[in-house]
């Protein structure tokens, strides 16, 4: 996306930032995704998925995924699981 429309893509990445707040701000609990991975939550946003840990002073995104991506919890593998 990037390369086609660099515009496009740094709107992408800002509106993406924003969500990302707004999960902070909100106190958005997310769908838990403990399959994955112990404590993972998630939220789809704009045919991706937001996958994101939540401790008692902070946020951390995780990742962030294409919606039609296989998902293995591999790919959520922290120094902490």
Known sequence: MAVDDPVAAG???RDL?????????????????????P??????????WIYFRR???????VRVLHGHQNLH???FKTDET
């Open 17 to 37: 930032t924003q969500k990302a707040a707004w999960i902070a701000f909100t106190g958005f609990p997310g769908s838990p995704r403990d399959n994955l991975s």
């Open 55 to 61: 401790t008692e002073t902070a946020v951390r995104i």
């Open 73 to 75: 919890p591999d790919l």
């Open 39 to 48: 404590g993972l939550k998630a939220l789809p946003y704009r045919k991706r």
């Open 11 to 13: 709107h992408f990445v």
